[in-house]
């Protein structure tokens, strides 16, 4: 008798459980991403005129001394990725939650930091039980397609602000031509190179194709100078290099190549892309990467390289502050994308969305009324809280009238405006796959793997997910 | 003895603990298998996918890799961690000057966070300008230190560091059970012609069986939930060649967003260490009776 009542109330607990977490049944929209496979410039071309018709007009733009507090006090939930640690005041942990309390009394916003993938997993679990926070920063096209299926995420194609936005950036948080992300800058994966040893070598134009960049190595190296360097002990550095590559290697002759991969017309496997892992491994198979770089953290090699032991290194527009830091030799950085084309092929460089600020559509009336006046106040340019929000960001802003104050930025997208720019990579594809690319591709640096097999274990990790 | 009343009465109190440990810990498992034949992702909806996880874990390697690197770890951990331990004991427990500033000494590194500890020997290791390195470079050898970037050797290096801050608390467990020991037993080991090495072959160690049982399941324990280390020194590289049970599943759930098949892996992982943790206590203790 005991041992039935107990295995009653197990069953019963396991039940209310399995209805609490299962969602089998849910009711969700299909939603489709805004052309996965578009450059930034043109996406905008593409998008629907049924869908735009389907898009609630844009609210008048309310001055900022004209919003009013909300009714009641009101606590809301901001989640970001972790910052990376200053001296001086943050933007998302400092000024955002003081300058919009200071404003609006009754709004306290609380910050959740977090690393990138326990970040991701947490957004989803909180709204996956109900608990989402109210206001997030969230990454564009395929990895926010899940969010918004699920219905966690608020359309705001009426925010006022949205129109300040560049559109072909804002387009790329649409989905069904719904706008949900308020854009939050791009950002570009980049070469930095030490401008003094190219000198020195006898560099005095930079590659504008790969058979280019490899005599620039070659030149480097006869030099007596280590040519790269990278932090390949965390394996998610290997996308800085094999994305810029791709860009030219991959896209020039067929834009749609990601788009495809989910109708089976291409494949990882193809030979674009063998070609294009084959050109990475390429660099350290010449012994142009310095040795044992898979011992060495991506910190440690930025250190590496801003000390002078290696002319170049994969990195981004969002490692400016560390790549400008001063290190134990002094010399003047600049930047270029590693053209992944042939002599006659057409120079693609990466130029991608950064994040967008997305908001709960789970919230009660009274969050998603704080959460409008947040942002209206944030992204309107009279407000004490945007000038210091473009003067903290690591993000190229995107926004009518805002320039970059860093002139190797402006110099950079000056230089390739002509050229066509492509997004990172692993933004049209599903999770998984990236990292699929970049653990292999750390077997390839150990002599252990080929480049046809990191292609194989790309695609079948691809049909895993997408089956 | 209670009357039969007073054990119901008694009984009831269990029910809060009861239901704590079925909601959080019992349901959860059985929930792991749930979700294991399932294609969820950690949000929206999932289909049921019969045993395709299970299929898939065997296929692409990722179990028997999992489980031989686990298993490697565990091993290296149980062995060198309960040697250096006993060695140090050992050590401690013999009249030497400073005596309680060694045993302090010994024992800091447990008092340091997982993520200190790894920051620390990240640079210990660290190719060129790291510690082992230097050293190399101060005795001319020229040795380049890569234990985190070679195969062979990252998943070892990886469970020194945790032996290196688990030996703290493994000394004073065995240094407990040293001077625990019958002092009448050991003297007359010595009026019988016992050598040092013959005391502690055939005296010391076989009375500590019961300490050795502890420190041999707590080291099984930390070598099968064997995760932060690995996460904040090797990332589960070079390749997957240092990626253990429990980073597995934490890459596939967390990074992947597979969290169906994750769960089928923790479902294998717990069957697993329930076999070979039951196996190994069975052993353990018959091996303390037989002492």
């Known amino acids: 008798m005991k041992r039935k009542v107990m295995s009653l109330l197990m069953a019963a607990v396991m039940t209310a459980s399995l209805i609490g977490c299962g969602s089998a049944g849910t009711d969700t929209p299909d939603v489709e991403p805004a052309a996965p496979a578009e450059t930034i410039e043109e996406v905008e071309e593409t998008t629907d005129a049924a869908e735009e018709a389907d898009k609630p007009a844009p609210k008048e733009v309310v001055g900022i001394d004209a919003l009013e507090d909300v009714s009641e006090p009101v606590t809301l939930s901001l989640m970001v990725t972790t910052r990376p640690s200053t001296d001086s005041k943050d933007f998302f942990l400092d000024w955002l939650p003081e300058l919009v309390h200071e404003k609006f009394p009754n709004i306290t916003i609380e910050v959740e930091q977090l690393p990138t993938d326990e970040y991701k997993q947490t957004v989803r679990m909180k709204y996956a039980s109900g608990e989402g926070p109210d206001l997030f920063t969230w990454w564009p096209q395929l990895q926010a397609v899940d969010l918004v299926e699920a219905g966690y995420v608020r359309d705001i194609s009426d925010f006022s602000l949205l129109g300040k936005f560049d559109q072909s950036i804002a387009d790329l948080y649409a989905f069904d031509g719904k706008n949900y992300g308020v854009p939050l800058g791009t950002s570009f994966l980049t070469t930095w190179y030490n401008k003094d040893m190219f000198a020195d070598a006898g560099v005095t134009e930079l590659p504008q194709n790969y058979d280019e960049f490899v005599e620039v190595c070659e030149k480097l190296k006869a030099k007596g100078y280590t040519p790269i360097v990278c932090g390949d002990k965390d394996a998610f550095v290997i996308q800085y290099g094999v994305y810029q590559l791709g860009a030219g290697a991959i896209y020039p002759d067929n834009i749609d190549f990601d788009a495809q991969l989910f109708t089976g017309e291409t494949k990882f496997t193809d030979d674009v892309w063998v070609d294009t892992v084959t050109k990475f491994a390429n660099l350290y198979e010449k012994g142009y990467v310095m040795e044992n770089t898979l011992g060495i953290s991506q910190q440690q090699s930025r250190q590496s390289f801003i000390d002078g032991e290696a002319a170049m290194i994969f990195d981004g527009s969002f490692g400016y502050a560390a790549m400008m830091a001063e290190g134990a030799a002094d010399f003047e950085r600049g930047m270029f994308c590693i053209p992944g084309n042939d002599p006659d092929g057409e120079y693609y460089y990466n130029w991608t969305p950064a994040n967008a600020l997305f908001t709960s559509n789970i919230s009660d009336e009274l969050h998603k009324q704080a959460c409008d006046l947040v942002m209206q106040y944030w992204f309107n340019e009279e407000s004490p809280l945007f000038e210091k929000w473009v003067e903290n960001t690591t993000d190229i802003i995107c926004y009518e009238g805002v320039e970059d104050p860093r002139e190797m930025i402006n110099e950079y997208l000056d230089r390739y405006k002509d050229s066509t720019n492509l997004y990172n990579l692993n933004n049209a594809w599903p999770e998984g796959v990236s990292d699929a690319l970049t653990t292999k591709f750390q077997n390839v640096i150990t002599g252990d793997a080929t480049p046809e097999e990191v292609c194989e274990q790309m695609q079948m990790k691809f049909e895993e997910v997408t089956e | ?291």
């Open chain 2, 1 to 291: 003895m209670p009357t039969k009343k007073v054990r119901k009465v008694l009984l009831c109190f269990l029910i809060p603990a009861l239901l704590f440990y079925v909601i959080f810990w019992v349901t959860p498992v059985l929930m792991s298998f749930y979700y294991g034949v399932t294609n969820w992702k950690g949000v929206g909806d999932y289909d049921f996918v019969g045993l395709k996880n299970y299929r898939f874990l065997i296929k692409q390697g990722t179990l028997s890799n999992a489980l031989f690197n686990t298993i490697k770890y565990t091993l290296f951990v149980v062995i060198w961690g309960n040697l250096q331990a006993l060695t140090l004991a050992m050590i401690l427990n013999m009249k030497i000057k400073a005596k309680g500033a060694f045993r302090t000494i010994f024992y800091i590194p447990a008092l340091f966070s997982t993520i200190v500890i790894a920051f620390i020997w990240s640079y210990v290791y660290a190719p060129y300008d790291g510690l082992l390195s230097e050293i190399g470079r101060l005795f001319g050898s020229g040795y380049v230190s890569n234990l985190l970037g070679e195969k062979a050797t990252s998943l070892f290096a990886t469970a020194f560091v945790e032996t290196w801050k688990t030996s703290g608390t493994m000394t004073i467990i065995y240094l407990a059970g040293l001077q625990n020991l019958s002092e009448e037993v050991l003297e007359s080991a010595r009026i019988d012609g016992c050598s040092a090495w013959q005391s502690i072959r055939y005296v010391k160690i076989p009375m500590l069986a019961n300490t050795i049982t502890v420190n041999v399941m707590l080291g099984l324990i930390g070598g099968f939930k064997s995760f932060d280390y690995i996460f904040a020194l090797t990332g589960g590289g070079p390749g997957t060649s240092s990626s253990t049970l429990m980073y597995t599943i934490y890459k596939m759930a967390f990074v992947e967003m597979q969290y169906g098949k994750a769960e089928a892996l923790a479902a294998c992982a717990f069957v697993f260490i329930l076999i070979i943790s039951t196996i190994t206590l069975g052993m353990m203790k018959r091996k303390e009776l037989e002492a």
